[in-house]
């Protein structure tokens, strides 16, 4: 086994290139899906606690969809049906058909994912803001601006980050199902290595503690941004 650790290297047989850009396509991926999904899961648990009850139903019927529906097959429908849907409507305007890319699909895909459980965490996050103190505000005369950056963003943020650390956890392992639409991700990587050294136990583990890495040391970084948030709430 340790005859092979050279493969994992920068020499001219490594694969150490391939495997550091598919780390680098996942953590575009991982960002920019959390990103994407933070972005959603906010104004969907707005439309879930306006009083508007056409919006309130828009917003439970699409995350019931996303939490129902496996990952997989939701990537694959996107891709595959979305790439079919693109083409459609640009042959119906007149242009031909183009390959739709992958990374921006995963990107899309996994950040609908993620937004339909990021709305529980801000919907609960929001409600945990006692209504007196946005009645306070709102008697000193703040704007509603003023009252969701100093009240309740700062009340919010401390509650839900724990909610969203571990969604940031599951993005990282769920954007190793974008290698089914063969995005060269670090999993795709690792199984192209695999299949042409034929070892699949030395790729597959090298991917297994890069993925391993990540999640450490981004959770590191999330356990000092929950400190610096709650730094001025009373400590038991």
């Excluded at 034929?198 to 790729?203: A, D, I, M, P, S």
């Amino acid at each position: 086994m340790h005859e092979s650790l050279y493969l994992l290297g920068f020499s001219e047989n490594g694969w150490g290139p391939a495997l550091l850009k598919g780390t680098w396509i996942t953590l575009q991926i991982s960002f920019g899906g959390f990103l994407t999904g933070l972005l959603i899961g906010l104004i969907t648990a707005s439309a879930k606690l306006c009083r508007f009850k056409s919006l309130q139903m828009i917003a439970n019927g699409y995350s019931t969809l996303c939490r129902a529906v496996p990952e997989l097959l939701l990537i694959i429908l996107f891709f595959y049906g979305g790439s079919s849907l693109i083409n459609a409507v640009a042959q119906r305007i007149g242009f031909e058909d183009f390959n739709v890319a992958g990374l921006p699909v995963a990107i899309l895909v996994l950040g609908l994912v993620q937004g339909a459980y990021a709305s529980e965490i801000f919907r609960g996050a929001i409600q945990s803001v006692h209504p007196g103190q946005i009645e306070a505000a709102q008697a000193y005369g703040l704007s509603q601006k003023k009252i969701f950056f100093r009240i309740t963003l700062p009340i919010m943020a401390p509650n839900a980050l724990a909610g969203l650390s571990n969604l940031w956890v599951y993005i990282i392992k769920d954007s190793a199902l974008i290698s089914v639409v063969g995005t060269s991700e670090l999993l795709h990587i690792a199984k192209q290595a695999g299949g042409s050294t034929k070892e699949y136990l030395l790729f597959f583990g090298a991917a297994a503690v890069i993925y391993y890495l990540i999640t450490l040391i981004s959770s590191y970084f999330l356990r000092i941004l929950e400190t610096y948030l709650r730094r001025w709430q009373p400590k038991h």
